[in-house]
Each structure stands twice: as structure tokens, then as C-alpha cells.
């Protein structure tokens, strides 16, 4: 795999990325199979709809007709001429989407499906969404740092490396510095982009990053969740682990009270991450593991179409 470079131009080293196996490759191919066909009904429409270029590109300069708006009359060639010539102009599309992806140790969790696996289907929707727009398509990869980093760049194979290293990519790192990996997108990026946040967003000092990108480029935070982060089983007692810090404690389950505590914490915490992004006009929208996820993405399409 080629490795690539961070902000300080050093090279970045995959903490391991999986070897290109044929099963690895097996599961690029169906995701490319799931998610292209979604893309056709249902997302690429509204992807178009919602995501305008950069603006308008100068096309050429032709003869005025009746119904020209004057106030695209190029005076210059007017004057040379003799003539009245206006500028036409056609929308520039193009844009940059970036992927920036957490796959800190609590996003290598799930109780039916791991969260970093329903991440790399995101990537997947959103990378071919963004290559049937003909837009450029990048992808960063953190942890405690930024682990990997691939700049946007157009076509089908760019879209399925993507892929591939969201599905196949070990980080080094346990914890979630995105501080660290705004500073490296800001960096990349040189005018207003596209990014995609796909993280639990289970992460100290959040506010300052998010700000700072949704105040540069066009934010929008998908925050995955599993069902067991916000509701114990009862299950008897057994050990509760932090992914990202490694400390460990005994609970027991079977304490309704405990149970109780537990979800309302959690639930709080939950609600104070909606808030912060909600207080910093974030668009955002909450992916549950183990459901049906595309509606949800379809939705903050819409309800951005409706406010732009």
C-alpha cells in the first residue's frame, strides 16, 4: 500500500493495514454491488441537489439576444466590436469531499455489527455518491493521530482504495485526537470543501475543532452509535473495559438501579454531543448500527436542500 503524507510532510505509516486478500477483496466488491445500487435509487439525486458547485465557470462570449440579462454584457468585446456581446457561463460541479473517519478503539465496537464496519458503508455510499457527481473524493484516517491520509482525486479506482483501506485499516492508536486531524484537513484542504465526520464522537475537546471546520468548509457529523452504548443487558456481573483508556471495572448487571444509571448517563452524554453540533450549526444525524441507515442520510440531504 502507498503510503502518503501529513502536514508536516512526513510520511504516514498504516498501523497495519490487512493484507489485499480475496476475502478482503470479496467484501470491497459487495459493498461496491450494496451501495452502488443505493446510490442509483435513492442518494445520488439528492447528493446533486444538496451539494452545488463552487460557483459559476466563464464559458465564452457570444452575440446579445433578446431576452439577455445587460447585466452579463461584456463591454470590453462590446466596444471592440461595435456590438453587443454578452459572457455566458455554466455551473462549475466540481467539488472536494473529504471523508475523515475515527477509528479509535470505541469505534472497533458492536454488539451486532462493529461500528467501524457500518462506517466503511458509509464511506462507501458517500465516496460513489460523490463519483457519480464527478467530484474529487478524500479520505482521513485518525486516532490518537492522524494514521492515514489520501487526497481527493477522481474515478471508480480512487473511490474502491477508499474503501478498501476504511474496511481493512488497524490504527495504532486507542484514543481520538481531532484536533490533531482538523489541523491536517485545514491543511489539505485550500478552498471550501465537503467533509464528512464519521465518528461516536465519544472524545474530549471537541468544540474548537468542530467550529473551526464547520466555520472553513461544509461540515456534516454522522455519529454512530450501537444500542449497547446507551442500554445495559442484564447479563449478570461481569467487566465493563474502556476501548480507548484500558481501565476496568466489575458491574453488576443483574442491579436494576445500576441499569438505570447507567442508561441515564449515557443518555446524557448522548444528548450534550447533539447539542454541542446543534449550538455550532452543525448538520448531523445519529447512524444506529444494526438499522437501516440510508433514510436517515437521504434526510439531512433534505432538510439542507430546504435551508439552502
Known sequence: MTSERDKGGRELKPGGALPIARDLLAQVRRLEIVTRRMVNEVVAGRYHSVFKGRGMEFMEVREYAPGDDVRTIDWNVTARTG?????????????????????????????????????????????FSAIKNNDRIGLLIFADEVELLIPPRKGRNHALRIIREVLAFQPRGRGSNLTEATATAIKLLKRKSVIFLVSDFWTPQMRRPLALLNRKHDLIALIMRDPRELELPVCGILPMRDAESGETMWVDTFDPQFRKRYGECAEKEHENIEDLLKSLQVDHTVIECGKPYVERIVRVFELRAMRY
Open 83 to 127: 456590438s453587443p456581446y454578452v459572457k455566458t457561463f455554466i455551473e462549475e460541479r466540481e467539488l472536494t469531499v473529504l471523508l475523515m473517519v475515527d477509528l479509535s478503539a470505541s469505534m472497533r465496537f458492536g454488539s451486532t455489527r462493529l461500528k467501524s464496519e457500518v462506517a466503511a458503508e458509509l464511506c462507501a455510499l458517500l465516496a
